[in-house]
């Protein structure tokens, strides 16, 4: 006859077959009487170190070099606005970087000359190195703006159109000689509707309280 010891042991290792849809028949390790823990089911998804560990690294890196880039190159939109008549004369040139001198008049003849050079029927939108250049026509000047490659044209085409209107109301029908005498207001207001190369501002009313306090003639003290 076996020792009771060992029928002891023996009914202990014995389990009982699992009751269909329970957490044990469900589970691979039921049928051998074991029960994996969190720790070890969340190491068996780890990916293993070594080639693919490097690689998912370089990917996650990457992943947020791009998103730095994406936001650096967010933050400023709008690289210039020109303003230019049909001689080909800069009237007014308003950048929100810092660019040489002489690229400056390098990039100012380069877009001129093309924008000057098309017809009425053709696309307002021309690309220029790594700009996006939007330009309107009005009367005699053109409105030249340099965006960033992602930046929406058509939102762009549209604040050139505020600008002119604002300037048109400030003005009383703006034409490119208060332009000259009066360079100063037109970069009071534009300074009111951009900052750092982002649009600020496109209410007229609210760009034009605040230029007109600049303007405002000093009170004589009597």
Known sequence: FPDRDSVVARAGTRTSPPRPGSRRARCPFASHGETPSRASSAKD???????????????????????????????????FLLLVNKQGQTRLANYNENVPQEERRQIEGEIVRKCLARSDKQCNIVEHRNYKVIYRRYASLFFIVGVDEHENELAIHEFIHCVVETLDRHFGNVCELDIMFHLESVHYVLDEMMMNGQIFETNRRAVLSQVKEFDAPPASSS
């Not at 690294?57 to 070099?65: I, V």
Request: net charge positive.
């Open 45 to 79: 998804r780890r990916p293993p170190r070594g080639r693919t560990g490097s690689l998912s690294g370089k990917r996650r890196r990457a992943r947020l070099l791009g998103r730095k880039r994406t936001k650096q190159s967010r933050t400023m939109t709008i690289r």
